[in-house]
């Protein structure tokens, strides 16, 4: 059984830096998989945040993020981690971790696995 879990999510002020983390359990390894971070804000379709592919470790995010977020892999861990920085009002969401095989992708639909979320509240 294949579980991912967020955590690190809470209430900062406008500027402040968070990092979250998704914790994968039920595999021995993530090769040839694609992990990815979404959010959904109150009221908005789930907005594609990053991916890391495991094997390679390459990287894409969302224009919104772009420059401030930054994700990372604990081959040890089988966890993966999203770095926030300079968080703006505009970044409170629920945010969550995605497992798919194989190719990277930016739909949300794509992904076979996911996390219960964890909420970021970034205040003005």
Not at 99 to 114: E, G, H, I, M, V
Request: aromatic share 10%; charged share 25%.
């Amino acid at each position: 059984q294949v579980q991912l879990v967020e955590s690190g999510g809470r209430l900062v002020q406008a500027g402040d830096s968070l990092r979250l983390s998704c914790a994968v359990s039920g595999r021995t390894t993530l090769s040839r998989h694609t992990l990815a971070w979404f959010r959904q804000a109150p009221g908005k379709d789930r907005e594609y945040v990053g991916h890391i592919t495991w094997d390679a470790g390459s990287t894409d995010y969302g224009d919104s993020v772009k420059g401030r977020f930054t994700i990372s892999r604990d081959s040890a861990k089988l966890s993966v981690n999203l770095q926030m920085n300079s968080l703006e009002p505009e970044d409170t969401a629920v945010y969550y971790c995605g497992l798919k095989k194989f190719f990277p992708s930016r739909r949300s639909n794509d992904y076979d696995y996911w996390g219960q979320g964890t909420q970021v509240t970034v205040s003005s």
